[in-house]
């Protein structure tokens, strides 16, 4: 996989599908339907790619406060949506993981969830992750917490902790970092999205709103990606 260049793991963050609709005279939530096709378009891209492991930023613990209307409306989208692509997932190999703070999803959504979860875990083509209610400071808060707890019985040791060890507390144990973080519509920042996990990612940032973002524009940020020089602060 390095001799080729293709990451490992590819992270989006998808943006602009509020500004997608707005410019067509739509509700916002006409663009969180458009959405689910750039979904579609990039996970059929990064299996025909041989990418391992691609993650969405779907729904962060901000994005709580929207109105209610908007709220409900995707969470009744999502649920829909690992409904209607079950078929799809298991036809491609791809492993579904959702990932965040699930306590606050219904649990009509969780069920969904768990259900979706267990039924592809045995694919292993693609890692499909969405994180769902999550965000990067909360994500390090929780694991701050385990690690606080592990070392209750003997604080002396605690100085000993490792990044390793830490990394192993957070939401995405087991899961490679992400090699690539791409964003959608123009906006040049990470959003409280995978603090600790992209120290070391490329970033790719396109003025394409996400519900136009498909497999050419996927295909375009893995070009880019081949050309960079991961160093990791080291010298080649």
């Known amino acids: ?53 691609l993650s969405l930023f779907a729904f962060s613990e901000e994005n709580w406060g929207r109105p209610d209307a908007e709220v409900n409306g995707l969470m009744e989208l999502m649920m ?20 965040g703070n699930r306590e606050r999803l219904s649990s009509s959504l969780n069920a969904t969830i768990d259900e979706m979860m267990e039924e592809t875990a ?27 707890l592990k070392y209750r019985d003997r604080a002396d ?13 957070l939401v995405t144990a087991g899961i490679p970092d ?6 959608t519509s123009g906006e040049e920042r990470i959003s409280n999205y995978l603090l600790w996990q992209t120290a070391y990612s490329e970033f790719y940032f396109t003025d394409i709103l996400w519900p136009d973002f498909r497999k050419e524009a996927f ?11 991961r160093r990791y602060g080291k010298v080649k």
Request: glycine fraction near 8%; charged fraction near 35%; charge should be negative.
């Open 80 to 99: 829909r949506s690992m409904k209607n692509e079950y078929r799809t997932f298991m036809d491609n190999g791809v492993r579904f993981v959702v990932l």
């Open 157 to 169: 040791e605690l100085p000993e902790a490792s990044a390793e060890e830490f990394g192993d507390l």
């Open 122 to 148: 045995g694919n292993t083509r693609l890692t499909l992750i969405l994180f769902l209610s999550y965000s990067g400071k909360w994500d390090i808060l929780q694991a701050a917490k385990k690690l606080a």
């Open 1 to 53: 996989m390095e001799e080729k260049r293709i990451p490992r793991h590819v992270s989006i963050i998808m943006d602009g599908n509020g500004r997608w609709a707005r410019e067509r005279g739509k509700e916002r939530i006409f663009g969180h339907f458009e959405g689910v096709e750039s979904v579609r378009a990039c996970t059929e891209a990064a299996v025909e790619e041989g990418i391992e492991y």
């Open 178 to 183: 992400p090699d690539l973080l791409i964003r």
């Open 219 to 229: 295909r375009a940020a893995l070009d880019e990606y081949a050309r960079r020089d």
